[in-house]
């Protein structure tokens, strides 16, 4: 069965009356079981001149700044970031295994800026927390009494040889990850490579990273696109972590396992991609003792180390010491999201080095709780509210089926709605994913949950 990569999808035959009777329950029950109701409206608003810099425009900081505008009176905010597309990076998946058109997922960052905000529209190069000051790219040196950091993170393909972003969609090679015009491109070799089948690799690198769900998913897709185009007989799937494991939380690794012995995907551990030849389609693994091994392929999806932007890896916001200290990552207290060190600074979104929290759920959960503390710090107050680590991936098994995951820093799952169990796919969790993501995720972006 052929998809365009512009079709939406279509709920498999069977049980009609059921299915219509989830998707409009759908709604009602994701913002009741998700937390989706509107966010109360402040009673007073605080008095205050002070200049609070947000350093990203993406879901953290577009979100933390509505926030902030409904706590403060009188406060002057501006938002530093060049970017004029605002990317669902949510979608992306959807985009590549070719369920959702690319228009879905993008938007224009102008119409997303909250009014009366200012908008800087250059790139963070330095942030010089000693002199409250942020410099551009352009050079502009921007004072502060308060900075929000959330420039999310640095995906570093430099750590594999060979590898080329501008060659995904040709080769067989693909990644969800660069841009939406990579997903679109990714979908292209997906859908070419199930025509005929053969061997598909999928990785994981070993770094902390964003929406580490995604390369799972994309390993299930793979899967069932074949199996919905009939070559999954001469194919092989296997998948190359870097990682003694495939997800950081047991009880999910361990069912996802279980999932692909049943389903026939390998797995291959302690395996980090070093290099890859995309003309041969040939990838180079390398285990921790440094043996190497050469991997032929017809497809790959490659997922980037990841890493905190230069501008924070390079300052004295981020960590010195410890496990995030290699990545850069800026160093918060993960109870609070407030700066260790640097007080008058918070951490929201994929940039903080935090034991879990790169979603767009965990910006949802936190961004309420870091405009709150901002606030509390602005009055005199010391931050109260603890954030726990909340995180949330709907994990796509095949079209029509997903799993709906979420849990803590502790790994412990925390299911939201009553009626899915965390560990069993439905085609209530894939509706979520599907028809309630996208909206939840913009009433967030402008403080409306």
């Not at 491109?185 to 769900?213: E, I, N």
């Not at 389609?281 to 997922?303: K, S, W």
């Not at 997903?402 to 439905?426: C, K, N």
Request: proline residues 6%; positive net charge; charged residues 20%.
């Amino acid at each position: 069965m052929k998809r365009d990569k512009t079709t939406t999808h279509r709920a498999p035959q069977g049980a009609p009356t059921r299915r219509a009777w989830l998707a409009g329950a759908a709604s009602a029950s994701a913002a009741a079981g998700l937390g989706l109701q509107p966010t109360a409206a402040q009673a007073t608003r605080q008095a205050t001149q002070a200049h609070i810099v947000i350093a990203g425009s993406g879901l953290a900081g577009i979100a933390v700044a509505h926030r902030l505008q409904g706590l403060l009176d009188g406060a002057k905010i501006t938002i530093i970031d060049a970017k004029e597309v605002h990317n669902y990076q949510p979608g992306y998946t959807l985009v590549a295994s070719g369920v959702w058109p690319v228009d879905k997922v993008i938007d224009s960052n102008a119409s997303l800026q909250p009014a009366g905000v200012q908008w800087v529209r250059e790139m963070v190069a330095e942030f010089d927390p000693a002199a409250n000051t942020v410099v551009t790219a352009g050079g502009q040196r921007i004072r502060y009494d308060y900075l929000v950091v959330a420039v999310g993170t640095h995906q570093d393909w430099a750590q594999i040889e060979g590898m080329d972003t501008k060659a995904i969609g040709r080769d067989g090679l693909a990644s969800v990850y660069p841009s939406s015009d990579a997903a679109v491109a990714t979908w292209a070799a997906m859908d070419r490579f199930r025509q005929k089948g053969g061997q598909a690799v999928m990785k994981l690198p070993s770094t902390p990273l964003k929406c580490a769900g995604a390369p799972l998913k994309m390993t299930f897709m793979v899967r069932d696109r074949l199996a919905q185009a009939g070559t999954l007989g001469k194919s092989q799937v296997t998948f190359y972590s870097a990682l003694p494991n495939v997800f950081s939380v047991k009880t999910v690794n361990d069912n996802v396992l279980e999932r692909w012995k049943a389903l026939g995907v390998q797995v291959q551990f302690t395996q980090k991609l070093k290099a890859i030849d995309i003309g041969a389609r040939r990838a180079t693994f390398v285990n921790p003792e440094g043996a190497a091994t050469e991997v032929p392929y017809d497809f790959i999806h490659v997922v980037p180390p990841m890493r905190a932007p230069d501008a924070v890896k390079n300052s004295d916001l981020a960590w010195k010491e410890g496990p995030m200290a290699a990545g850069g990552w800026l160093e918060v207290d993960k109870d609070t999201l407030q700066h260790r060190r640097y007080k008058n600074v918070f951490g929201l979104g994929d940039i903080n080095g935090t034991p879990r929290g790169k979603t767009a759920a965990t910006v949802k959960k936190s961004a309420p709780i870091v405009a709150q503390h901002l606030a509390d710090v602005i009055a005199g107050r010391a931050p109260g509210e603890k954030f726990d680590g909340y995180t949330s991936c709907p994990l796509i098994v095949r079209e029509g089926s997903a799993m709906l995951i979420e849990f803590d820093y502790e790994g412990r799952l925390t299911p939201s709605l009553p009626m899915i169990e965390p560990l069993q796919e439905s085609y209530f969790a894939w509706l979520m994913k599907v028809r309630m993501l996208k909206p939840a995720y913009m009433a967030v972006l402008k403080g409306r949950v």
